[in-house]
């Protein structure tokens, strides 16, 4: 299927029911972002997806722009684009040796929302938000494995990215704990997709060539579908130029003097 509308939300396929992690019950929820002549996306989740409700809100520093997409889609260049602090999501990967990674046939299925810990990406952000700064894994794909640690300071800006293929999930939990601003999927034609991810892979030798060429087949052909699962998350789908003007109008919208000048 091809797809190389420039249209943000154009009708994709229906999505299959996908699960969504179980939310980390420490995070308070806080007050909702909703710059004004802004475009609103629904960010809806079930019941058992949304925290309870706090007596108290935790203050909130700033919001986040989820980016997600299909592996090569563009993501970690839209975020470098934008200007804002960038948060990568994919360094959240679980270790290889975690016994709870999910597989296809014998091997990991690296492709699936459980080989990702979705708890402590989602407490990166509310820190991000709430404090300021975090401090966030470091993760090496071709090893499979975390190698450090890198600290993220926002220096007082109101937003920020966090980009990566799983950021649909977490969508649901950021809108309900107030941190969210906006959640983008990237799209655009599935071949070009395969080719940049491919390119890509084998210049940062990820895996094994093989390994590239199965994946990056099945995942072309199931592209569609995985965008039509992140915008049944409440991610809304955007080809690379529009979702840049979507970005960029939520800057012009928020005040980005660092919070530190405007005390």
């Known amino acids: 299927m091809t797809d190389s509308s420039d249209t943000c939300g154009a009708p994709t396929r229906t999505a299959s029911a996908a699960d969504v992690p179980a939310q980390d019950e420490s995070l308070a ?69 975690d016994p709870t990674l999910p597989l ?20 990166a952000i509310a820190q991000l938000c709430r404090e300021g700064a975090t401090t966030a894994p470091r993760y090496d794909l071709s090893r499979s494995a975390r190698t450090g640690t890198d600290h993220l300071a926002l220096a007082g800006s109101p937003l920020f990215i966090a980009e990566g293929i799983f950021a649909a999930d977490i969508a649901a939990r950021c809108a309900a704990l107030g941190l969210l601003a906006d959640a983008i999927c990237l799209r655009g034609r599935p071949s070009t997709t395969f080719r940049r991810r491919l390119l890509r892979d084998i210049r940062e030798a990820r895996k094994p060539l093989p390994v590239l ?25 955007c080809a690379h130029t529009e979702a840049h003007a979507r970005i960029t109008r939520l800057r012009t919208a928020t005040d980005l003097t660092p919070a530190t000048a405007r005390r």
């Open 213 to 237: 060429l199965r994946r990056g087949w099945r995942l072309m052909r199931a592209e569609p579908a995985l965008v039509a699962r992140h915008r049944a998350l409440g991610a809304t789908p």
């Open 104 to 123: 296809l046939g014998a091997a990991v299925d690296w492709d699936s929302p459980l080989s990702w810990d979705a708890d402590a990406a989602v407490r």
């Open 29 to 97: 929820p806080t007050t909702a972002f909703a710059p004004d002549a802004l475009p609103t996306t629904p960010h809806t989740a079930a019941p058992d997806q949304v925290p309870a409700p706090a007596h108290e809100a935790a203050p909130t520093l700033a919001r986040v722009v989820l980016v997600t997409g299909p592996s090569g889609s563009g993501k970690t260049r839209l975020a470098a684009r934008s200007g804002l602090p960038v948060l990568r999501l994919d360094d959240f990967y679980k270790e290889g040796d």
